[in-house]
T-cell receptor, first 116, second 111 residues
Framework: GAGVSQSPSNKVTEKGKDVELRCDPI?????LYWYRQSLGQGLEFLIY????????KSGLPSDRFSAERTGGSVSTLTIQRTQQEDSAVYLC??????????????FGPGTRLTVL | QKEVEQNSGPLSVPEGAIASLNCTYS??????FFWYRQYSGKSPELIMF????GDKEDGRFTAQLNKASQYVSLLIRDSQPSDSATYLC???????????FGIGTKLQVIP
């Protein structure tokens, strides 16, 4: 079946512009995650969705970052007034809801964001 | 701050040797441990998970967990050049579905 998809694959924007990144999880996966990975760095957790609600937004770097999920499916990550330090690969992952423990996360191909 | 620590490497091993990748974690309450592999320019993919103390084997891969020492490792036997990648350790953060990733260890298998 189809995996996690993300769009766009690449985004180049000017400092101060807003950007919107999209994630389509695997059908039936209730959990959805956003991560950020800078060059040579590990995965930085941004936000987690369970269905349409976000019980953990603790990783969002500032109030310029927001995310929503609708219909328990598609999610969008919005970055307002982008800064050069926002340049990174933004990864989305989805998983089934494990009954007692985290389940395997399936990652999308990522969106490479470059802020000039 | 719940932490997952890995040596960033690179770890270089000759083809056919055993590669040993290590990870320590700070949260004694963690119950689930994952190893993801990430090829350069690609997304992470799960290769192993382990929940119980001891060893878990899957083909050439063995995950080892020692909760008392808060230590999890990944052994790759008969290493191949195609195993060259960054290996990310991930540990559950307790409470729900969130995991914390380590920085990853870059493995280079030399032909």
């Amino acid at each position: 079946g189809a995996g996690v998809s993300q769009s766009p694959s690449n985004k180049v924007t000017e400092k101060g512009k807003d950007v919107e990144l999209r994630c389509d999880p695997i059908s039936g996966h209730t959990a959805l995650y956003w991560y950020r990975q800078s060059l040579g760095q590990g995965l930085e957790f941004l936000i987690y969705f369970q269905g349409n609600s976000a019980p953990d937004k603790s990783g969002l770097p500032s109030d310029r970052f927001s995310a929503e999920r609708t219909g328990g499916s598609v999610s969008t990550l919005t970055i307002q007034r982008t800064q050069q330090e926002d340049s990174a690969v933004y990864l989305c992952a989805s998983s089934l809801e494990g009954w007692a423990a985290p389940a395997e996360q399936f990652f999308g191909p990522g969106t490479r964001l470059t802020v000039l | 701050q719940k932490e997952v620590e890995q040596n960033s490497g690179p770890l270089s091993v000759p083809e056919g040797a055993i590669a040993s990748l290590n990870c320590t974690y700070s949260d004694r309450g963690s119950q689930s441990f994952f190893w993801y592999r990430q090829y350069s320019g690609k997304s992470p993919e799960l290769i192993m998970f382990i929940y119980s103390n001891g060893d878990k084997e899957d083909g050439r891969f063995t995950a080892q967990l020692n909760k008392a020492s808060q230590y999890v490792s990944l052994l790759i036997r008969d290493s191949q050049p195609s195993d060259s990648a960054t290996y990310l350790c991930a540990v559950d953060s307790g409470g729900y579905q969130k995991v914390t990733f380590g920085i990853g260890t870059k493995l280079q298998v030399i032909p």
